[in-house]
């Protein structure tokens, strides 16, 4: 018989892949817009492809086996070694959607400090000290005796300790170096600016909560941390993809805006392009001012 905390803890994460089923649906229609008509060799492209059907193929891999394990005993018996080593290699589907959106809020701020040499050594160091972070919680949390089959629906791996440490300094320093440009630069209220620093606050928020949220019950052998793994896979995924929608259709309207006043103009198609030509500009136009 299925405990009530199990069954309500399975309903829940039901519930984050429904989450991010429904996020799909109502933006499809800008997906297809924005996404699926840019150029195959767009980075920003694969980005959102990625965390967004990688997000959703995760979340159902684990919904099949909670399932499998909830309503098929034989099931559990006869791939219990198989089930353990899905436990201890949790961590690095949800590590790999986070680093997708980091890489994204990473190259926004890379673009605000115009691509400074030392901004994007500074983000691959510390894309590096994550990866190297995860790898070595893998090899010392990763279980070494039998599991039951039940904890891979109330509890995750150890592992995710190293990982929300390391994603929440990467996310505090993203942060902070948005706030030091924007405080700095000479934007005045430039409405790309202010999405960009809209958008970081919120994806910044959300992924501190979650992250913080899954590091306390972990810590805490709280039975409530692999349904909060489940909402982290989908805040994530919803997160990624609005900030790169977003900076998309800003463009367009842009691009649509300028080219009805001067014909020439090729459509942005990046998200570091669409900061290198405002940016371009708006020190042009600083420049001018202040002769």
Not at 193 to 202: E, P, V
Not at 247 to 276: F, M, R
Request: charged share 15%.
């Amino acid at each position: 018989m299925v405990s009530r905390l199990i069954s309500d803890l399975s309903r829940s994460s039901l519930s984050a892949s429904c989450f991010l089923l429904w996020d799909i649906c109502i933006t499809f229609d800008r997906e297809v817009e924005y996404i699926w008509s840019k150029p195959s060799n767009s980075w920003t492209k694969w980005a959102f492809l990625f965390v967004r059907y990688f997000s959703l193929l995760t979340q159902f891999c684990f919904r099949a086996i909670e399932f499998h394990i909830i309503y098929d005993p034989s099931f559990t018996i006869a791939h219990k070694s198989a089930l353990q080593i899905w436990f201890g290699l949790q961590v690095v589907p949800v590590f790999l959607i986070m680093l997708g959106a980091e890489i994204v809020m990473m190259a926004r701020v890379y673009a605000l400090y115009n691509k400074h040499r030392w901004v994007g050594v500074g983000f691959l160091l510390i894309l590096f000290a994550e990866v190297t972070a995860v790898a070595i919680g893998l090899g010392l949390t990763f279980p070494r005796n039998d599991i039951h089959s039940f904890d891979l629906i109330t509890h995750s791996s150890q592992s995710f300790v190293y990982f929300s440490i390391a994603a929440l300094l990467s996310q505090v320093i993203i942060l902070i170096l948005s706030i030091i440009r924007y405080v700095r630069g000479r934007w005045g209220r430039a409405r790309i600016i202010q999405l960009m620093i809209r958008d970081g606050t919120i994806a910044f928020c959300v992924l501190v909560v979650e992250t913080g949220s899954l590091l306390l019950f972990i810590l805490k052998d709280l039975p409530y941390s692999a349904t909060d793994s489940a909402w982290m896979i989908s805040c994530i995924a919803s997160v990624e993809c609005r900030l790169i929608l977003n900076l998309e259709q800003h463009s367009d309207i842009t691009s649509q805006c300028s080219t009805s006043t001067y014909s020439g103009h090729p459509e942005l198609t990046t998200v570091l392009t669409i900061h290198d030509r405002y940016f371009e500009e708006t020190e042009r136009r600083q420049s001018l001012f202040s002769v």
